[in-house]
T-cell receptor
Framework: KNQVEQSPQSLIILEGKNCTLQ??????????LRWYKQDTGRGPVSLTI?????NTKSNGRYTATLDADTKQSSLHITASQLSDSASYICVVTQYNTNAGKSTFGDGTTLTVKP | GAVVSQHPSRVICKSGTSVKIECRSLDFQATTMFWYRQFPKQSLMLMAT?????????EQGVEKDKFLINHASLTLSTLTVTSAHPEDSSFYICSARVGTGKKLFFGSGTQLSVL
């Protein structure tokens, strides 16, 4: 069964600190992994997308890593800001010649406090 | 980047009425659109996949007669919640994809409250 597990479930950090969110998956065959940021009451916004051959992808203060061998990904947030408070969702898409199915993680709720 | 517009952002309705939610791709043609529902503090749950001009494919456990999906054009998909009940209250989100591309573009979501 395809699964995506994220940890921690929730995280509280002080403004300016760094943090790392984890995503482990069992989706196979693998096509791509995406990280989204979802503010409360809003739709998800894409942060990064990585394919099998990509190990690292950055988007400003967000850096995602991918280890396709161990099926793990991390999202590192540098110098956190209050606006980073949101839910971060890991989405893994299965390879399919027509259109792969995506499996969503339950998300990590990040709270950045001043 | 590509924009997906979802409307309305919030709707409150009486039990037994029907509610229509629209999802539009503003600057690209979306061959495939997805509809999700999300309960508080939970992740998105895929309800159905719709391809332009064909019937939607519903996920197991989703009533197709209750959640009517129409994808009549490459830029518009609609989700109609028929005979809404309080347990249908949820956050509904659409997403769109171009062909078999990797990127999914999400709408801003619709908060449905059924009284």
């Amino acid at each position: 069964k395809n699964q995506v597990e994220q940890s921690p479930q929730s995280l509280i950090i002080l403004e300016g600190k760094n943090c790392t969110l984890q995503c482990n998956y069992t989706v196979s065959p693998f096509s791509n992994l995406r990280w989204y940021k979802q503010d409360t009451g809003r739709g998800p916004v894409s942060l990064t997308i990585m394919t099998f051959s990509e190990n690292t992808k950055s988007n400003g203060r967000y850096t995602a890593t991918l280890d396709a061998d161990t099926k793990q990904s991390s999202l590192h947030i540098t110098a956190s800001q209050l606006s980073d408070s949101a839910s971060y969702i890991c989405v893994v898409t299965q390879y399919n010649t027509n259109a792969g199915k995506s499996t969503f993680g339950d998300g990590t709720t990040l709270t950045v406090k001043p | 980047g590509a924009v997906v517009s979802q409307h309305p952002s919030r709707v409150i309705c009486k039990s037994g009425t029907s509610v229509k939610i629209e999802c539009r791709s503003l600057d690209f043609q979306a061959t495939t659109m997805f509809w999700y529902r999300q309960f508080p503090k939970q992740s998105l749950m895929l309800m159905a996949t719709s391809n332009e001009g064909s019937k939607a494919t519903y996920e197991q456990g989703v009533e197709k007669d209750k959640f009517l999906i129409n994808h009549a054009s490459l830029t518009l998909s609609t989700l109609t919640v028929t005979s809404a009940h309080p347990e249908d209250s949820s956050f509904y989100i659409c997403s769109a994809r171009v062909g078999t591309g990797k990127k999914l573009f999400f709408g801003s979501g619709t908060q449905l409250s059924v009284l």
